[in-house]
C-alpha cells in the first residue's frame, strides 16, 4: 500500500466514522487519537535515541582496544 492509498483509508475511516457520531463522540475520539498518536511517536523517538546511543557507545568502546 503506498502513501496514497494509505492517506485515502484513512481518510475513508474517518468520515465513515464522523457520519456515526455525535459532535462530541467524534471530538473525544479525536483527542484520544491525537494523545495515542503523539505518544506512540514520543515512544518510538526515545527508543531511536537509545538504540542509537547504545550504537555509538559500542562505536566509542571499540575504539579503545
Do not use: K
Not at 464522523?18 to 511517536?41: D, I, K, N, P
Amino acid at each position: 500500500m503506498d502513501a496514497f492509498e494509505q492517506s485515502a483509508g484513512i481518510y475513508a475511516l474517518a468520515v465513515t466514522l464522523a457520519r456515526s457520531m455525535t459532535t462530541e463522540e467524534l471530538t473525544r475520539t479525536a483527542l484520544l487519537l491525537t494523545q495515542l498518536g503523539t505518544t506512540m511517536a514520543t515512544l518510538a523517538g526515545l527508543q531511536n535515541l537509545d538504540r542509537s546511543s547504545s550504537a555509538q557507545e559500542l562505536a566509542d568502546l571499540s575504539g579503545l582496544r
